[in-house]
């Protein structure tokens, strides 16, 4: 083995000053600091009469001990924190001493009055000042964490809390279960940074846990361990160890807590006046972190550091504690140690000076010292967390604790990076031949682990992806069959195709009255005959407009492109889309639902078109010759006549032919309203007006000029809500119940009566296209 030194660094010990809350009982004796009639100091108090004497001005500035039975028990602040840095101790603004001068020996001079000399405040720097509010979070950010970084690149550390009794240092140290304390997060934080370092690295990770009481090495893992076995010890490199003590492997942060809790359990402590859980023992907590390469190697590289947690039983007076027997004797070697570290501190400050002299440390002088002595003056970095308390009641304490920790500032340190190689014999070749095997077949399995994850995760992703798209055209689905708006574009689009459907039959109907007006020999047909070559022209132009109003892009296509676009971008989102494969996919999807739409439309027009031809008086104007043909055999030149005649009427009856198809659809609608609701709603008067063009131009017969259904304009809408008729074209089929006449019953007179008389007028209820939106 071979000890190779890489990095040496100067370092100084880190000195962080935590501020305890007042407690409760210490909060409600909190004194008024605008009261001037009483004043607090150290342990004393100081009254003065509320009036002076007529006699004169005796006793005024001499202090006057009134008895305890007088005294009020009242405690002041005496630390304010100036920032994260600095900390005035005693301010003279709550200082008693400094009212009372102010108040009565100087009030007759003002100059005097500047002159003053503030009683007790001292100002302290420290590297970091925490205040009453800081919680436990801010504390290991500021103190410890860094740490980290220096222990997993070899650098040795150590983190202890210092103060009095009963002024946090435990809580500090441990926490509670909602505030954990600096162990559980530094562990916490160092599994996961080993964790990071994996793939690179291997680490041995040991922990040990011991107490000093009464001068007595304990081990709290393992207390069947004679004390007389744990002794203190020092290496060839200078590195102290206890030996014998027993050390464990936890694998992670909660093995970790379970082996402190376990130590804690294990830890001496008992109640005082002072503490209620007053530790009576100092307990330190050893990490020991040891990293080497993962690939294994000729020559070896190991990096180790010890990180060291401590939490000091705090200094006692016996005076306010008011121990007894064996806690006396607990108190005496508690302050025993810590004054043997505190006479280190004073000792390492003189040496630290740039004055070159040297002073012998202490470090034997206690059991503490000798735990201590490189995390003081050798290799490590080192935090101090100083906790202090803010009453007044503590005076004495906080005022030494301050001043040993200002103390401490000035020490100096050189920290060296501990790393070893280790040249390996050739007998030990096989055994690196294995280890990379090892390592080798880890990798592998490691390998097929994430290739199996990634597969994993591959096929629930696709999954997702197909589900989304289902829910997506559901969705969309959903949409066309919900909508008012859509439902009355799907019964336009039926009835656009039922009405070319039905203007097909009547023009296929004028070409047979045209072959049989050519058959005739009547001089007078060829006035009849252009007529109706008119009417078919009409006819067949208006089949052409509405065969484009069909194909044109209707609200249902618009609909289909924009949430088409919308959920697009949504599914681009995700992960694991592939644009190429499920783009088809869904753009298939899309095309069926589309296709579904148009059948349907086909399919309702379909029943649509089985109603217009039931109807008598629809089905009468594609009858003509039917209707035309009188059979009189007698009398030919009469036969041809009445037929000449009767073709007549019957192309005059076209001129009704939109009117009559209006009141057919207007009458489905009206079947079913009656069956969607049982109060008959008074008719929309949207539905009052009358889209009206003319078909038939007037020619040299005497026919009177039609309207029918103008183009659909499908950026129109209806102002009210549309009829359930429309939201259900599928049951069109259905639209006539029993309380409502079929077209086979209702009476002819309503639209045309005897001897060709035109009927009275009556409210023209079309339905167009505008109307149907």
């Known amino acids: 083995m071979q000890n190779t030194v890489s990095e040496t660094r100067q370092s100084s010990i880190l000195v962080a000053v935590r501020v305890r809350p007042f407690t409760d009982e210490e909060r409600a004796h909190l004194i008024n600091e605008e009261n001037g009639n009483t004043w607090h100091l150290t342990d004393t108090t100081l009254s003065i009469p509320s009036s002076a004497p007529s006699s004169g001005l005796e006793g005024i500035g001499t202090p006057v001990r009134t008895s305890s039975k007088f005294r009020p028990k009242g405690i002041r602040k005496i630390i304010d924190c100036v920032d994260d840095k600095?900390?005035?101790?005693d301010p003279s603004?709550?200082?008693?001493?400094?009212?009372?001068?102010?108040?009565?020996?100087?009030?007759g001079s003002n100059e005097n009055r500047r002159n003053l000399r503030r009683f007790g405040e001292q100002k302290f720097i420290f590297d970091r000042i925490f205040d009453t509010d800081v919680p436990q979070q801010d504390i290991y950010e500021n103190t410890t964490r860094p740490l980290l970084d220096s222990v997993l690149d070899g650098f040795n550390g150590t983190v202890f809390a210092y103060g009095a009794t009963g002024c946090g240092k435990t809580y500090t140290i441990s926490g509670t279960s909602g505030q954990?304390?600096?162990?559980f997060l530094t562990m916490q934080e160092l599994f996961l940074r080993m964790e990071?370092?994996?793939?690179?690295?291997?680490f041995q990770l040991q922990l040990s846990f011991l107490e000093i009481y009464n001068e007595q090495i304990h081990d709290l893992l393992d207390p069947s361990i004679s004390s007389k076995k744990l002794v203190i010890r020092e290496d060839s490199c200078n590195k102290t160890f206890v030996s014998n003590l027993s050390k464990h492997t936890p694998e992670n942060v909660e093995e970790v807590m379970d082996l402190v809790i376990k130590g804690n359990m294990n830890r001496t402590t008992s109640a005082t006046d002072a503490n209620a859980t007053s530790s009576r023992s100092h307990a330190v907590l050893q990490i020991h972190v040891t990293q080497m390469n993962r690939t294994a190697d000729l020559k070896e590289d190991q990096t180790f550091a010890t990180l060291s947690i401590i939490d000091l039983a705090g200094s006692e007076r016996a005076a306010v504690t008011k121990n007894r027997g064996v806690r006396l004797f607990e108190g005496a070697n508690i302050n025993r140690s810590l004054l043997a570290l505190g006479n280190c501190i004073n000792a390492l400050c003189v040496s630290s000076t740039r004055t070159g002299f040297s002073c012998h440390v202490p470090y034997r002088d206690s059991k503490l010292t000798r735990l201590l002595k490189f995390s003081l003056g050798g290799n490590c970095k080192t935090v101090m967390i100083v906790c202090v308390s803010p009453s007044s009641g503590h005076y004495d304490e906080t005022l030494n604790t301050l001043k040993y920790a200002n103390r401490a500032k000035e020490i100096k340190t050189k920290v060296i990076r501990n790393k070893q190689s280790l040249d390996r014999h050739v007998g030990s070749y096989l055994k690196l031949i294995t280890e990379q095997k090892k390592e080798i077949e880890e990798l592998r399995a490691r390998e097929q682990k994430m290739v199996d994850i990634q597969l994993s995760q591959f096929r629930n992703g696709r999954e997702k992806i197909n589900m989304f798209i289902g829910e997506s055209v559901r969705e969309l689905r959903v949409h066309l069959s919900d909508s008012d708006k859509i439902q009355d574009t799907k019964l336009i689009k039926s009835l656009i195709l039922v009405k070319r459907h039905y203007l097909k039959l009547v023009h296929y109907e004028l070409n047979n009255v045209l072959q049989y007006l050519s058959n005739l020999n009547d001089s007078t047909k060829d006035f009849l005959l252009s007529d109706v070559q008119m009417i078919q022209g009409q006819v067949s132009m208006k089949m052409s407009e509405l065969e484009v109003q069909f194909d044109d892009p209707s609200d249902i296509d618009h609909t289909l492109n924009y949430m088409k676009d919308m959920q697009l971008k949504r599914l681009r989102d995700y992960e694991y889309w592939q644009e190429e494969t499920d783009y088809e996919q869904y753009e298939v999807l899309i095309n069926g639902l589309s296709e579904s739409v148009r059948n349907e439309v086909l399919v309702n027009g379909t029943r649509l078109m089985e109603k217009v031809i039931e109807d008598p008086i629809l089905r009468s104007h594609f009858q003509i010759i039917y209707k035309s043909l009188v059979v009189d055999n007698e009398n030919i030149d009469a036969l041809n006549g009445s037929v000449m005649g009767n073709i007549q009427a019957e192309l005059n009856k076209l001129n009704k032919l939109d009117e009559e198809f209006d009141l057919f659809a207007q009458q489905l609608n009206v079947s079913q309203?009656?069956?969607?609701?049982?109060i008959q709603k008074q008719q929309p008067a949207w539905r009052q007006k009358l889209m009206k063009q003319d078909v038939f131009e007037e020619g040299s017969v005497n026919i009177t000029p039609v309207r029918v259904m103008k183009p659909l304009k499908f950026d129109e809408g209806p102002p009210s809500v549309s009829p359930a008729v429309w939201n259900e074209p599928q049951d069109v089929s259905m639209m006539l119940d029993d309380t409502d006449p079929s077209p086979m019953e209702r009476k002819p007179n309503a639209r045309s009566s005897k001897n060709n008389e035109t009927p009275n007028p009556k409210p023209k209820l079309s339905l167009t296209a505008t109307q149907l939106k």
């Open 86 to 89: 600095m900390l005035i101790f």
């Open 93 to 107: 603004k709550s200082n008693p001493l400094n009212e009372l001068n102010e108040s009565l020996i100087y009030s």
């Open 196 to 202: 990071r370092l994996r793939d690179t690295k291997r």
């Open 673 to 678: 309203r009656k069956r969607s609701s049982p």
């Open 180 to 183: 954990p304390g600096i162990i």
